[in-house]
């Protein structure tokens, strides 16, 4: 469930069409999909875990919604307010994991930009006398994990270097002017070369159709194009020992993230796709939970099976 919910919900939010289409992360909507090769390793790699991954980190709100089951707002908290305050979770006797959960389903999440919240780059695990900028620290971890600069990965990705500090041919042609020189005196001094695949990445103008730009987009994708062909066990494949029968895949391909909040909070009606807001316009209309699918779970017994 989490395989399908992860590459056939929130991929196709993330990644443009052609991407996914290029690394085979979309599934057919019925039946198998025979795609592992014993010969590609799918452990994580460097640059996805230490710089591209943590593309996330721009979309982060500075404001979190807690919300009652009709939606209304009980409780606004400011992010920098809540790091490690795990005593609103227990006062609340839990409730407030379900508001929170029903908090991100309304709340727009930030722009894929260059941008961060300053509630975690100014004001990251907060005391009296200190706090931490997480936007610092995810360049200094790129160094300390020694990944590759934003122009080799570039030339990995296929794509054109940047050999000036400017936009359009022979420069950062993914980027905008504002963007560019922000980088140029941030490396003051330095070549293009030497710009890390962080700040150079989440700067980028999203691809149409993707949130990310395309250098972003090629190394999440190939991350995630590995872990789907090197897994012996991916839920789609037509292995009679290990694999799923077409009737538990059916069921597997009926799982959503909306389902799983509606059976494990106090939720009774929820847009069809939790990762995108609510819109009658866009067919993403508010629901009962009621009328989701959910998975069968009688199509895994012993009868079923030996039927």
């Not at 009652?68 to 006062?91: A, E, Q």
Request: with cysteine; hydrophobic share 35%; net charge positive.
């Amino acid at each position: 469930m989490a395989q399908k919910i992860t590459y056939s919900d929130w991929l196709k939010i993330v990644l443009d069409p052609g991407t996914r289409r290029t690394h085979g992360l979309d599934s057919p909507r019925q039946g198998f999909d025979n795609v592992y090769n014993p010969s590609i390793d799918p452990s994580i790699r460097n640059v996805f875990s230490a710089a591209a991954f943590r593309f996330g980190h721009t979309l982060v709100r500075t404001f979190f919604s807690r919300r009652r089951p009709n939606y209304s707002v009980n409780i606004i908290h400011r992010l920098s307010d809540l790091f490690g305050k795990t005593k609103i979770i227990r006062d609340s006797k839990g409730n407030a994991v379900h508001e929170f959960l029903r908090g991100q389903l309304v709340d727009t999440a930030g722009r894929f930009d260059r941008f961060i919240s300053p509630s975690l780059t100014n004001e990251l695990f907060k005391s009296a006398t200190n706090s931490f900028d997480l936007a610092a620290f995810n360049i200094q971890r790129g160094r300390d994990h020694g990944t590759q600069s934003y122009n080799a990965w570039r030339q990995f990705c296929g794509l054109p270097k940047a050999n000036f500090f400017r936009r359009g041919l022979g420069g950062f042609s993914d980027h905008d002017e504002d963007a560019v020189d922000q980088l140029t005196r941030a490396y003051a001094g330095l070549s293009p070369d030497d710009v890390e695949i962080f700040p150079a990445g989440i700067s980028e103008r999203p691809v149409p159709g993707g949130v990310l730009g395309p250098t972003l987009s090629c190394i999440i994708a190939k991350q995630f194009e590995l872990i789907k062909k090197g897994d012996r066990f991916w839920h789609e494949l037509g292995n009679p020992v290990t694999g799923f029968t077409p009737a538990q895949l059916a069921e597997i391909r009926k799982a959503s993230l909306s389902r799983i909040i509606c059976d494990n909070t106090d939720t009774f009606f929820i847009q069809q796709n939790a990762f995108k807001k609510a819109s009658h316009y866009y067919g993403n209309s508010y629901q009962s939970c009621y009328n989701l699918p959910s998975v069968d779970l009688s199509k895994w017994s012993v009868y079923y099976a030996a039927k």
